[in-house]
């Protein structure tokens, strides 16, 4: 896959709590405005270059 190889994979996971809780299912729902804004910065990431990811983190 083209965006394995060029190692654009990301995941949801940024925000998780020690007891395994992801805050993307919590706090992600009443912030679409944040999901939203790292969405973008994924796939355009030229319309946001100086983004700071709430929810997504990029997998090595």
Not at 14 to 33: C, L, T
Not at 44 to 59: A, D, E, G, M, W
């Amino acid at each position: 896959m083209k965006s394995f190889r060029e190692n654009k994979v990301f995941n949801f996971t940024a925000r998780m709590s020690p007891g395994g809780g992801n805050d993307f299912w919590e706090s992600g729902v009443v912030h679409p405005d944040w999901v939203l804004k790292d969405l973008i910065a994924i796939f355009h990431p030229h319309l946001l270059p100086n983004h700071t990811f709430v929810y997504y983190q990029k997998l090595n």
